[in-house]
């Protein structure tokens, strides 16, 4: 019984990360020509997506490929692990609106 709650608890997590990817770049994508402040995105998405769940899933959709990071207002590009969260913003990439039309798909972002 134990190892089935688990098994239920695991594909839960797998579900919510996918939803949640969803929802961010759907969030970032409001604004497709320019960037959005990440404190912006989390504020759209609170209650139902905590902080936590938003960096990770921004981290996800950095090393993919479908978003870029910058220090807000200025040029230089960074990630989560060499910036703090409320100094980024974000932008979709060509692959992320690629994504978003349809063009490409990702089994770890429901759209």
Do not use: H, W
């Amino acid at each position: 019984m134990e190892a089935n709650e688990e098994k239920l608890k695991a594909q839960a997590r797998k579900n919510g990360f996918r939803r949640n990817n969803g929802a961010v770049i759907r969030a970032v994508n409001i604004i497709r020509t320019d960037y959005v402040q990440l404190d912006t995105v989390l504020s759209a998405l609170q209650p139902k997506i905590g902080r936590a769940e938003v960096m990770d899933c921004v981290n996800y959709l950095t090393e993919a490929e479908y978003i870029r990071l910058r220090v807000i207002g200025t040029d230089r590009q960074s990630t989560l692990a060499d910036s703090d969260f409320s100094d980024l913003e974000a932008k979709l990439t060509a692959k992320g609106i690629r994504l978003i039309n349809g063009a490409e798909a990702d089994p770890c972002i429901d759209l």
